[in-house]
């Protein structure tokens, strides 16, 4: 998981308090409001979906000033994005977390769009995934899960209809736009 | 001859080669010293106008505190018993000390007395008739010091030094002992004094248990007597708990006079510890508990003075000025964070404490006092702990990456730029 060159840091990343978990009330929700903004700003440019506690995020230590995050801070910032609905603990310990910079309601309106603009009647759920039609957007390489449930929201809303296919790789969807 | 001794040692102590004489009868006369020896059936002189110094006696390990202090066990087997040091010329120019060990139950200080009192007397310059001294002196069989050595000779050089560095040993020690002394005579009277009350106390109990149907106004009466005992001072533990009040509201009273001033020269604050140590030394000899020091404290809210008790989150105590203002220090700790090297780097309790001239644990508190307040936040690292200007209000939430070009976090980032 390298941090690739086209997310530009804010310059607040080189504040050594932006690393301690602060006490004060008013200190600490600013700071977690800017931890989950960042979260959620850096996800999105790197099309990343999970981050786990136990393994390293280049967001959570800052080699520069030698400053990283503490357990319990990277568990608070990742809690309070959950509790928002922007992420959610894929396990019952919280060791990992779905970061959803669009929420699944977003992501069905997404690919509504998405299908109303290109046209695209009929797919299947890999062609969504990495399709040449997709290239280039926000759907290239979505996690399974999340597109799995955007389609089912929208299934629900009768605006898709899911099939199965032969084998779980070919499970095809047909829009209803 | 003046005086007797009948059981005393010799000991060189500053020539190893020299034999020491042990179990000599001592006579002291108005010439010499005469150690008679006799199981040898000898005798050694010492005239005393060789004698530059005598020492005062002393016991090494039972008598001088300090030098038991300091001293390694002594080889002599004869360490516990007291000794005369004498520092003696001998003919040219060199000086030896002997000591005089005195192994029998004699008054020492009375022997010391009468050989400083011979030797003042200068009976031998008196004496026309220049006798050579009889015996052998102590040293070497050296030829016997001649009379007219009598002038006692000003010391010098290291021997100088030495007695010199001696005299200030025995007088430390003296001071010593005459310290513990006091302190002894303190704590008797304290005694005398505790039972003092202790007795009267037993005996206004035993009054109203006889007279157990007594009036009020005997009630009232034994009251007052018991107010009197403890505003003359005299509080026995018992009656501390039955009517311990008084003595805390005056020593309230006491202490809110005192620490005023100190108080104030510190900047309007100080550790209670601080005024704890401050108020015993002032005090002197009749101390006061912590426990006391702190219901003291605590009574002064009922009382009109100028300072307070305050407690900071962390739990630690300090006594303020009512007229100490937070803000004032606040202001001065915002200006210390806002210098470039502060905002880069943050301050620690100990610059803090450096630049507002406080303790440096007061100065904790005020960081962490200033943090609660929003002004500071704080950076916990391998390097330490830290406190920097807060930052977190200054940056738009909207749009984290396009900061306002002016302002505190305006002036960071181009600090932080130029220094990464």
Known sequence: MQRTVDFKLPHFFNYPPYFTLQPVRETREKQVQLWKELILDYCRSQKMYIISLEEDFPLFSNPKIERSLSYEAKEVFLAALVSEGRAEWIDKSHKKCLILWLRIQDWANYILDFVKENGLEVTTIEDIRSGIETHGTELAGIDRGVLMRALRLLEQKGKAVIFKGSSADDEGVKFSV | ?420
């Open chain 2, 1 to 420: 001859e003046r005086q007797l001794l009948p059981l005393v040692d010799l000991e060189p102590e500053e020539n190893p080669r020299l034999a020491p004489l042990r179990g000599c009868l001592l006579a002291l006369t108005s010439h010499r010293l005469v150690f008679l020896h006799e199981a040898s059936l000898s005798a050694r002189a010492l005239p005393l106008a060789s004698i530059v110094h005598p020492y005062p006696p002393h016991r090494r390990h039972n008598h001088n505190p300090l030098r038991s202090l300091f001293s390694s066990s002594s080889s002599s087997s004869s360490s516990h018993h007291p000794r005369i040091r004498i520092q003696i010329s001998l003919p040219p120019s060199r000086s030896e000390v002997v000591a005089v060990v005195v192994t029998c139950k004699a008054d020492v200080d009375v022997f010391y007395g009468r050989l400083l009192e011979a030797i003042r007397a200068r009976a031998w310059e008196a004496a026309a008739a220049a006798a050579p001294a009889g015996g052998a002196p102590v040293a070497e069989g050296a030829a016997p010091a001649e009379e007219d050595l009598a002038i006692r000779m000003p010391v010098v050089g290291v021997a100088g030094i030495l007695r010199k560095e001696q005299e200030t040993w025995e007088s430390a020690g003296q001071n010593l002992q005459d310290a513990f002394q006091d302190l002894n005579a303190l704590m008797s009277k304290a005694k005398e004094m505790m039972e003092l009350a202790e007795k009267m106390r037993q005996k206004l109990l035993t009054n109203s248990s006889a007279q157990s149907n007594s009036n009020d106004e005997e009630m009232g009466s034994k009251q007052d007597m018991q107010d009197l005992l403890l505003s003359v001072g005299i509080v026995s533990p018992v009656t501390k708990e039955t009517a311990g009040a008084l003595y805390h509201q005056q020593l309230s009273r006491q202490l809110a006079d005192f620490v005023r001033v100190p108080v104030e020269r510190a900047g309007g604050m100080m550790a209670l510890v601080d005024v704890y140590c401050l108020f015993n030394r002032a005090r002197g000899t009749e101390l006061i508990s912590p426990e006391d020091l702190l219901q003291a404290c605590s009574l002064w809210e009922k009382f009109d003075v100028p300072v307070m008790l305050r407690k900071f989150d962390s739990g630690v105590k300090v006594i303020q000025t009512k007229t100490h203002s937070d803000d004032e220090v606040f202001a001065r700790i915002s200006s210390l964070a806002q210098k470039p090297d502060a905002l880069l780097k943050g301050i620690s309790p100990s610059d803090a404490a450096f630049t507002l001239g406080i303790a440096p644990a007061l100065a904790k508190e005020h960081l962490l006092n200033a943090e609660n307040k929003g002004l500071l936040c704080r950076d916990v690292s391998p390097d330490g702990f830290r406190f920097y200007i807060n930052l977190f209000n200054e940056i738009d939430l909207q749009n984290i990456h396009l900061p306002k070009a002016h302002g505190l976090y305006h002036t960071w980032i181009s600090l932080a730029t130029a220094a990464h």
